[in-house]
Each structure stands twice: as structure tokens, then as C-alpha cells.
């Protein structure tokens, strides 16, 4: 797909075999954007930070000439520091992404032939091994410092999940290490492309997560015969769509509080992503660069602090617990007799087989470990650089526990899922507009008619959702 502005880098690149091609325009405007930042650089007499200057608290001493030609390659090599485990592969592509999509802004002022050098790196499917965690720093220094040190052939990449040498890898490619121009190493480590990548991903399927789990509080309506009345104010339109024809069970007056205030939950949780989304796009919107190259000035920023991504995917992370524990609540509710009408344990023949009974202590388990993310990750600054860096935003930190909470969720979710099918076989009937649901599960984890190990089957199943 060819990439015309910005914005359309995401829609080109989201999906890894398509190549994307940045249109001539836009390079064109690149470049002119790059030579008017060398012509403001060239006649500079001051300052200017990372550029002529060293960083952080030796912001203050001013660079030779030969120590500027070594700068921007040095700032990605002893900022490095960081070690497995290593981002996942869909977050190492979409942090690509995001620097790619902010370096095509003015701004940035970086040269053509960088952009062009990321663009092909995601084409071929070049991925720095990029570490997950122990990162500090103000900003992402530590994981762009070895996300980028690899196009000049430092560090390494995973080729196939396989450590290897970034010059091994490029080499394989048939292409010369980069060599960076004035202030491109330091854009390469400035700004929150990181946290932008944790947003984006983790947004994408907190959203498919949540039409799962509207899907899961609809067939526990259904198979536990629940009234409806109750889902006429708070619940949205898709869940009643989903429960219409589900037939209500004359002796149950009100179902568990679990099975009522599901919808409202969920209705929530697309209130809270749409937060994450509404601030991902501030974030797009904000120069990264400190300094940035704004109006043909040196502009100093504060776009690598990204607070505001960070505190909305901890806020997200607490809904999702909220929905995990009310996940896991009806999945037992389901198993219980006095609630269902059901065999004990939706067992066919209850004491001599355990019945579902051991999905319920697994989502218990994933529940626990999804509880422990709830804390807010954003918390917690500390003095770096000698005071000169005094408060960190961790909003990465968010994101990786963001994306652990949606593992963990998933794994609740399918447990439902595979609960909620066998009450729909043991009681041969379901709301029609559930029945394509129901068989989707069942193809993929049949009906349980005597005791079998459900863990390869619930790991396929957890695959599939994902």
C-alpha cells in the first residue's frame, strides 16, 4: 500500500507481507524538511541539545566538530543496557511503525534516506530484539538505543525468534549498515513510540476482546434461562441482540448479580478503551523530537513523557480485572445446579466424571495472576542522570502488563466459553443468535462426554481468540 501521508502508515504496515511504499510527495516533503533543519543547524550559534550537546546532565557540554560526527551514533550504542525477555514480535513491528509514522511528520526533520531505511527494515521483516522491561529511563532511551542501534549493525535482532547478530541479519538482506546524519540518532531515541505500540495493540484487542466477552454474558443469559428485563437500561444493543429468542426459565425471579451487571461492565470497558484511543491520537498529534524542528526553530518538547497513555492503560487494566472476576463468577454459577438446572459440574454422568469443574480452578488461576496487574504501573519515579532526569512516566510498563492483563483475560474468557457451550449441549437448546457461537466452540472443543485433558484444547482455543 503506498503510504501518502502519515496517518496511512499504520493501514499500510498493520498487517506484516504487505509491503507499504512511501509516495514520492511525501519523501519529497521529507526531504525539504530535512534541509531546511541542516541550514537552521548550520547557522546556529547556541546550543542545541543532543545535537552539539551531550544529553541528559551533560546537556551542558558542547561537542567539537569531530565529536558531533561520532554523536548520534554513540547515543545509541552506550544507552543499550537492557536484556531479555524481548518484545513480542506484533509490538517490535508496531513500534517500527509508530517511529516511521511520527518521522514522516515535519518535525522530526530526519533524512529521506532514514525513513526509506525504516520503511524497507519493515518490509523485509527485519525485528530488533527490543528488551521488555528494566527500563528507568525519562523517555524510552534504553529500548530505542537497542531497537535502532541495530540499522547501523549493532545488537541483535530475532529472525524466526532466533537471536542473531544485526549485522548478520543485514548482510542476509544484501544491505549496508546505516549511517546516521546530524541530530538521527538522537530522533531515534526521543519520544514514546513504545508506549504508542503498547496503545495501539493493546487497544485493537481489548476491543475484540470485549465483543468475546459481550458474547460470553449473552450465553450465560441463555443457558442459565435468566430475565431479561433487567438488560433494558445499561446493556447495549449487540447484547440483546444477542439474548433476543433466549428463553427465560419460569422458576428463576433474578439471576446472580454476576449474570446482571455484566453488560454494564462491558459498557464501561468500550468507554475506557475509547479513552486510550481518544489520547493515542493526542499522542500521534504531539512532536516526539526534544528538540523538535518546529516553524524552522529548535523547539524543546515534553513528548517523551507519555503520562497520559500510561495512566489510561493502567485504568483499563483495572476494568479488566472488574471483568475477569465477573467472567469467572458466572463460568461457576454455570456449574452449579441450583442455578443452571444443569448436572452437577456439567458433567454427563456427575461423580464418576469431573465435569467442567477444572476449567473454573484454571480461570480462578488466570484471575489471580490478573489481579496482581491491577496496580498502576505509572507510579513510582526516581532520580536518573544525577537529578537532571527526576521523574519517569513507565508508561511502557502500563503496556506490557496491559498486554499480560488481555493474556490473562483471554484465557478467563475461553474457560467461559468452553462452559457455557457444554450447558448449551446438556440442555439442547440455544437463543438463536447464539448458535453459530456455540458451534464455533464446539468445533474447535467438543462437547465434553467423558472426561478428557482440555489443556491442548483450551491453548488452540486461546490461539484462535487472539
Not at 30 to 48: F, Q, S, W, Y
Not at 327 to 335: A, N
Not at 384 to 391: L, R
Request: net charge negative; charged share 20%; proline share 8%.
Amino acid at each position: 500500500m503506498i503510504v501518502r501521508e502519515p496517518a496511512d502508515v499504520l493501514t499500510a504496515g498493520s498487517e506484516p507481507g504487505e509491503p507499504l511504499e512511501l509516495h514520492p510527495d511525501l519523501l519529497r516533503r521529507v526531504k525539504e524538511n530535512r534541509a531546511a533543519m541542516l541550514a537552521a543547524l548550520d547557522a546556529a550559534d547556541g546550543p542545541i541539545y543532543g545535537v552539539n550537546t551531550g544529553m541528559g546532565r551533560l546537556a551542558g557540554i558542547k561537542l567539537t566538530a569531530a565529536q558531533q560526527a561520532e554523536h548520534q551514533h554513540n547515543l545509541l550504542v552506550g544507552r543499550a543496557v537492557g536484556g531479555p525477555p524481548w518484545l513480542a514480535p506484533e509490538l517490535t513491528r508496531a513500534l517500527l511503525l509508530m517511529r516511521l509514522r511520527g518521522f514522516l511528520r515535519s518535525e522530526a526533520a530526519v533524512s529521506p534516506e532514514l525513513v526509506t531505511f525504516l520503511a524497507d527494515r519493515l518490509n523485509d521483516g527485519f525485528l530488533p530484539a527490543v528488551p521488555r522491561g528494566g527500563l528507568g529511563s525519562a523517555g524510552e532511551i534504553i529500548p530505542l538505543a537497542h531497537t535502532f542501534q541495530t540499522f547501523t549493525g549493532l545488537g541483535s535482532v530475532l529472525e524466526d525468534g532466533v537471536l542473531t547478530p544485526a549485522a548478520t541479519a543485514l548482510a542476509q538482506r544484501g544491505v549496508d549498515p546505516f549511517t546516521l546524519g546530524p541530530k538521527e540518532g538522537a530522533s531515534l531515541i526521543q519520544g514514546s513510540p513504545l508506549a504508542e505500540a503498547y496503545a495501539w495493540v493493546c487497544g485493537r484487542r481489548a476491543r475484540r476482546l470485549l465483543d468475546l466477552q459481550t458474547q460470553c454474558a449473552a450465553m450465560a443469559v441463555d443457558v442459565l434461562g435468566s430475565p431479561h428485563s433487567v438488560y433494558r437500561y445499561g446493556a447495549p444493543a449487540e447484547f440483546r441482540e444477542l439474548i433476543a429468542g433466549a428463553e427465560p426459565r419460569a422458576d428463576v425471579v433474578q439471576a446472580p448479580v454476576s449474570v446482571r451487571v455484566g453488560p454494564l461492565v462491558l459498557d464501561l470497558l468500550d468507554r475506557v478503551a475509547g479513552d486510550l484511543e481518544a489520547e493515542l491520537g493526542i499522542s500521534w498529534d504531539t512532536p516526539a523530537d526534544s528538540p523538535s524542528f518546529v516553524d524552522g526553530e529548535f523547539v524543546a518538547t515534553t513528548g517523551y513523557h507519555a503520562s497520559g497513555l500510561g495512566f489510561r492503560m493502567d485504568a483499563l487494566k483495572a476494568v479488566l480485572v472488574h471483568a475477569g472476576e465477573i467472567s469467572v463468577q458466572r463460568l461457576h454459577r454455570l456449574l452449579d445446579p441450583q442455578f443452571s438446572g444443569l448436572p452437577p459440574q456439567l458433567a454427563v454422568d456427575p461423580g464418576p466424571q469431573a465435569g467442567l469443574v477444572p476449567l473454573h480452578k484454571r480461570a480462578v488461576g488466570e484471575l489471580h495472576a490478573l489481579r496482581r496487574l491491577a496496580a498502576p504501573a505509572t507510579l513510582g519515579s526516581l532520580d536518573t542522570s544525577a537529578g537532571q532526569e527526576d521523574v519517569q512516566a513507565f508508561a511502557w510498563a502500563a503496556g506490557a502488563e496491559l498486554e499480560d492483563s488481555l493474556g490473562h483475560l483471554t484465557a478467563i474468557t475461553a474457560c467461559e466459553l468452553v462452559t457455557a457451550a457444554q450447558a448449551r449441549y446438556l440442555r439442547g437448546h440455544g437463543a438463536p443468535a447464539l448458535e453459530p457461537l456455540y458451534a464455533w466452540v464446539a468445533e474447535r472443543v467438543p462437547p465434553v462426554v467423558v472426561d478428557r485433558p482440555l489443556g491442548p484444547e483450551i491453548t488452540r482455543l486461546i490461539d484462535d481468540l487472539r
